[in-house]
């Protein structure tokens, strides 16, 4: 009998990726996803890579009678993945109310239904943003949290406690937040992968419909910062690296490893790269010439942020371990891809 997992925003970009990976891994996998930010279509890119099309629901999650609906359907729900959230840093600015009432009563939706339908198992789609800009680097989980620079990232932070504080009050429930850097590249299959929604806000889609001829041309937002070639840096963490640390927390808590019943891990590759090293290293890896230009700074950007990985190492016993050119090259294919 196959464990079932329910992976909510599982047609999203981190998303669908977990999903092929937990269905690799022999579990069986149903979505619930508003379908706010992806297409139904993504279903087809996961059967065609896993040959096994996952159940899916829509389902609005921040509705509670909705969210109780789903899982009186669904039974025999061993543990969660949570990604189901709003995840626009600039719209969160301008729609604070949006981002908290959405993601905020999707989690405790969530929670509630856990205790409800004994369901103790919880993995949490966190971000480095609870960070802030480090005042020391790398970042490591003992690094203390800084106040947000944005709704978007407040959201990732409030979520936290919810989930700290309710596993306090609750040993039955074992939970897992995982603090992403930055997501980037696409399966190699290219038949999923990022599928921004309008003009991208991230960096990587960006440069890639720019060499696709879809922008004229990409802004390189600073080279002024306190930084080796003055441009931010970050820490990029291929996507399919990413979904195996998933696999591998859901592993942690059905097979009862966990120290205590709520920790958190930084997910990144351990190494910082520049703005301006993407480009080099995409043109390095396709061959193709990125046309950008250097502009001022985009407010609420920190000047940068890696991970000191050694925690998640040693204690999931995950490592990321695809190089950069090969990232973005899935970027580029899968850019082409959806192209055609
Ligand atoms: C990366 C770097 C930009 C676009 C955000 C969220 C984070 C997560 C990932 C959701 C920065 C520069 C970008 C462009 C550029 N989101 N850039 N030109 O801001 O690090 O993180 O997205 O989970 O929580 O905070 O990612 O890709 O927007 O920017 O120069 O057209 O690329 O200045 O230095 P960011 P990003």
């Not at 269905?23 to 379908?35: K, R």
């Not at 949006?98 to 999707?106: A, D, M």
């Not at 060499?211 to 930084?227: H, I, K, Q, W």
């Not at 970050?234 to 059905?254: C, P, Q, T």
Request: hydrophobic share 40%; glycine share 8%.
């Amino acid at each position: 009998m196959k464990n079932k997992v329910l992976v909510t925003g599982g047609t999203g970009f981190i998303g669908s990726h977990t999903v092929v990976e937990l269905q690799n891994s022999g579990y069986e996998v149903v979505i619930a996803d508003n379908l706010s930010n992806s297409k139904i279509e993504v279903l087809d890119g996961i059967e065609a890579i896993s040959g096994v099309r996952p159940l899916f629901e829509k389902v609005d999650l921040s509705k509670e009678n909705e969210c109780g609906d789903f899982f009186k359907k669904h039974a025999g729900i061993k543990a969660i993945i949570h990604f189901a959230a709003s995840k626009a840093v600039g719209e969160s600015v301008e729609k604070p109310l949006l981002y908290y009432r959405n993601n905020l009563n999707s989690l405790m939706n969530i929670l509630e239904a856990m205790k409800e339908f004994s369901i103790p198992n919880l993995v949490f789609s966190s971000s480095c943003t609870v960070y802030g800009q480090p005042d020391k680097l790398p970042v490591t989980e003992a690094t203390p949290r800084k106040e947000a620079e944005s709704p978007y990232g407040n959201t990732k932070t409030i979520c936290e406690d919810i989930i700290r504080d309710t596993a306090k009050a609750n040993a039955q429930l074992k939970m897992i937040a995982l603090r992403y850097f930055n997501p980037i590249g696409a399966h190699p299959s290219a038949k999923i992968g990022e599928l921004p929604l309008g003009v991208p806000n991230n960096l990587i889609p960006f440069l890639t419909q720019t060499v696709a001829g879809m922008r004229p041309e990409l802004s390189v937002f600073g080279n002024d910062y306190n930084t080796a070639d003055g441009s931010c840096i970050r820490d990029y963490i291929n996507v399919v690296d990413l979904a195996k640390a998933h696999v591998v927390s859901i592993g942690r808590l059905l097979e009862d490893k966990q120290k205590s019943n709520y920790e958190f891990f930084n997910v990144g590759t351990g190494k910082g790269v520049s703005v301006l090293e993407i480009i080099e290293s995409f043109e390095r890896a396709t061959g193709e010439k990125v046309p950008h230009k250097i502009v001022g700074r985009r407010a609420g950007d920190i000047e940068q942020i890696y991970a000191d990985t050694s925690f998640s190492n040693r204690e999931l016993g995950w490592k990321s371990g695809k190089t950069l050119d090969e990232t973005l090259l899935s970027a580029w294919n899968w850019q082409l891809a959806l192209n055609k």
